[in-house]
């Protein structure tokens, strides 16, 4: 019986030694906002598909999205990256803040985002 008291004791002190422990990780809270004109999101300008207009985002994080026709984004206040396929081909960008990029016209698929 003492063992086995032991035991349950030792497997009580490993779990709450890694709960309370192990640094948390960081939350991955992206979502999709309401533009209303603010210029500090990540902001992503397309002109595909039925509705076409701006797209934007919020905090850190990553996001799987499909957004066709995009033309041009504005990282706003954050460091950003957007995950895009163009002509059958998978390209990556990172902006710094207050950073935008076009793509010289064409009109590409952005497939994920990422706010550091």
């Known amino acids: 019986m003492r063992t086995s008291v032991k035991k349950i004791a030792v ?12 640094p ?3 939350a991955m809270a992206i979502n999709q906002v309401a533009c209303d004109g603010r210029t500090d999101f990540l902001k992503l300008y397309s002109g595909g ?3 076409g207009g701006a ?4 905090n850190a994080g990553v996001i799987a999205v499909n957004i ?17 396929e163009r002509d059958g081909r998978y390209h990556t960008i990172t902006l710094e803040k207050w950073s935008g990029a076009s793509f010289g016209g064409a009109r590409v698929r952005a497939y994920e985002l990422r706010i550091w």
């Open 49 to 51: 598909g039925t509705w």
């Open 11 to 22: 497997g009580v002190l490993a779990v709450a030694a890694l709960t309370f422990g192990l």
């Open 68 to 84: 066709d026709g995009v033309y041009e984004f504005h990282s706003g206040n954050n460091k950003a990256t957007v995950n895009y």
């Open 55 to 58: 797209y934007c985002f919020a």
């Open 24 to 26: 948390p990780n960081p």
